[in-house]
């Protein structure tokens, strides 16, 4: 299950659901398997979430600058993978990149060394790479600019193989 807000910073308990309701402007970036539902269910909370398994169909990249989305643009490209670009609402785009299903503990770990061995870690929003991040949904409302997250483009190409690269305590903070 994704868990669903209406805000970026969650002022309830979370929501989990398959599919999106009415209000929903955001969405964790990452599916919750059993193990986590369980926990998120009993707790009411996305605390030591990162101990259960996750699931991407996606690699979300969040970019706020217009330099920064011509260099994501440029390494996409040279990766022949398939994307989809999308307004943010405010400055910057998100990218959608298509990537073979990932599933386990390390999945967002694994998808921050991807981004680094890109050189992307400093024009990139790193922070969504986590268990509990969101990422905001196409179509919701942009709540300073009252804009829309619309699609820019699609871009036709490979699945990215994303490897799996398991979490050290130690490598998060290099």
């Known amino acids: 299950m994704f868990e669903w807000r209406k805000e970026p910073l969650r002022k309830t308990e979370p929501y ?5 309701p009415e209000w ?7 599916w919750f398997g059993s193990g986590a539902v369980n926990h998120i269910t009993k707790t009411k909370s996305l605390a030591e979430v990162s101990q259960f398994s996750v699931t991407s169909h996606k690699l979300y990249i969040d970019v ?3 330099s920064g989305i011509t260099i994501v643009e440029q390494k996409l490209a040279q990766l022949g993978c398939g994307y989809s670009k999308w307004s943010t609402g405010n400055r910057g785009a998100h990218f959608h990149v298509d990537i073979e299903s990932m599933e386990g503990v390390d999945v967002p770990h694994s998808q921050l060394v991807f981004i ?3 050189g992307l870690e ?3 929003d790193t922070s969504i ?3 509990h991040s969101c990422i905001r949904c196409p ?4 709540s300073k600019t009252g804009k829309i997250k619309n699609l820019i483009k699609t871009v036709e190409g490979n699945q ?12 998060h903070y290099r």
Do not use: C, W
């Not at 929903?24 to 990452?30: G, L």
């Open 16 to 20: 989990l659901s398959e599919s999106a």
């Open 24 to 30: 929903a402007n955001f969405r964790s970036v990452y």
């Open 64 to 66: 706020d600058t217009d």
């Open 116 to 118: 680094k061995s890109l």
């Open 122 to 124: 400093k024009i990139v």
């Open 129 to 131: 790479y986590r268990h």
């Open 139 to 142: 179509g919701a409302i942009h």
């Open 160 to 171: 990215l193989n994303i490897p799996t690269v398991k979490y050290e305590p130690e490598d």
